[in-house]
């Protein structure tokens, strides 16, 4: 019974504090142990949690922007086109019908994808890693942030559009001559309308909101590019 007593002093054996002090040693051994093994998958998870995320909001709100320039775009067009008729109607209803009819709901859903599809995740990407390498706001960060948009992505964003443009209509054959005669008068006007534009961008808007902005902005820009594209 000695040895049961004992249990009640250190253990069954009468070890007492050689075997906490063994214990506690053994647990500390075991869970330095299991640290080291966890540590692959913290880092699987970290990597997994930092891990590409579709810009969904920013997706979403350019989608809808470039479906509003399109819109304009098209109202405007019947409107000029049944200018006279429209000017000459009193009646509300009459000028509505006339244009809201013969949509082009293909051309609609093509700048509407190219908005959720490429430019909000695209643009999205860029700000981010403009941000990151130039953090700062400072004059020569704003500068060089304007002139990287107007080289970099303004070309890339003419580019892709046209050619997002000529895949729709199945015209890819026609690409080059878009190219050679729109390309650059339409990269040039973007400058006068940009630059402006980008220099509120990266000097007053955070991040978060830039494709909003830049996206609100683009509503005039898309309606010029609509414009431009259906000619």
């Not at 008068?185 to 309308?193: A, D, H, I, S």
């Not at 683009?218 to 259906?230: D, P, V």
Request: charge should be positive; charged fraction near 15%.
């Amino acid at each position: 019974m000695g040895y049961l007593g004992a249990a009640g002093n250190g253990g069954i054996w009468g070890m007492g504090p050689f075997h906490h002090n063994f214990r506690r040693r053994s647990n500390k051994k075991r869970d330095a142990n299991n640290k080291r093994e966890s540590k692959p998958s913290n880092s699987l998870d970290s990597a997994a949690a930092g891990g590409y995320q579709f810009p969904l909001q920013q997706a979403a709100t350019s989608s809808v922007l470039c479906l509003t320039g399109d819109t304009i775009a098209q109202l405007r067009h019947r409107w000029v086109r049944n200018k006279g008729t429209l000017a000459n109607s009193g009646d509300i209803k009459d000028i509505i019908t006339t244009l809201s009819s013969e949509h082009d709901y293909i051309r609609a859903l093509r700048m509407s994808s190219y908005g959720f599809l490429l430019y909000g995740p695209g643009s999205y990407a860029w700000y981010q890693l403009l941000d990151q390498f130039m953090p700062q706001k400072n004059v020569q960060n704003l500068t060089a942030k304007v002139v990287l948009n107007q080289v970099v992505l303004g070309p890339t964003v003419i580019g892709v559009i046209f050619a997002w443009n000529n895949l729709w209509l199945g015209k890819l054959s026609e690409l080059p001559d878009k190219y050679k005669n729109d390309a650059l008068p339409t990269l040039l006007t973007g400058f006068k309308f940009w630059i402006p534009v980008s220099i509120l961008n990266f000097g007053v808007v955070p991040l978060q909101a830039r494709v909003a902005f830049m996206s609100i902005s683009s509503i005039f820009w898309n309606f010029y590019l609509s414009s431009t594209m259906s000619r």
